[in-house]
């Protein structure tokens, strides 16, 4: 039997969802295409996830998402169980969240987004969500397991100015 294919949830938002025959070449022939990743969107996303590490999800300012405590120290690369598709084709999920919530009776996945956000977004980043709650629901074997994943959010900042 041959390997699984590996997706990362995020290739769903930045790769399928953009050029989809340069997603097909880094699938099927290895080639990639690196378009670079400004460094402020990382920094920005360590002081985020700094902040709002154990911290109640009221920090959250929205009254949309049940009490529980925001876990932003899950930095390992996760991979799920091998899945099979609808044609018997055996693939693995593999990537990092930037938080989760921990409600004690179940999970929530947050994605932190460096953006503003609008109804096209959000569907574009849909396939990434459910893809990290099948990545912890069904975790490869010595993996975080978050069962079961009751909700997926993203929490957008969007600056609109910065202070020196």
């Excluded at 099927?28 to 920005?44: D, L, Q, T």
């Excluded at 987004?113 to 849909?126: F, H, R």
């Amino acid at each position: 039997m041959s390997k699984p294919y590996l997706f990362s949830p995020s290739e769903f938002a930045f790769g399928y969802s953009g050029c989809k025959r340069c997603y097909y070449d880094l699938k099927v022939n290895n080639i990639r295409i690196n378009f670079g990743f400004p460094s402020i969107f990382s920094k920005i996303d360590s002081i985020q996830k700094e902040f709002y590490h154990n911290k109640t999800s009221k920090y959250l300012n929205t009254n949309k998402v049940p009490e529980g405590i925001i876990k932003t120290d899950y930095a390992k690369l996760h991979k799920s169980e091998v899945l099979y598709d609808q044609k018997d084709r055996a693939f693995q999920l593999r990537g990092k969240i930037d938080a989760y919530i921990d409600h004690k009776d179940f999970f929530s996945i947050i994605d932190f987004k460096v953006t503003n956000i609008n109804e096209k977004k959000s569907l574009t980043y849909m396939t990434q969500l459910n893809s990290y709650a099948i990545m912890f629901e069904k975790p490869d074997l010595n993996y975080l397991k978050l069962n079961p994943v009751k909700n997926l959010g993203i929490f957008c900042f969007e600056p609109k100015n910065l202070k020196l």
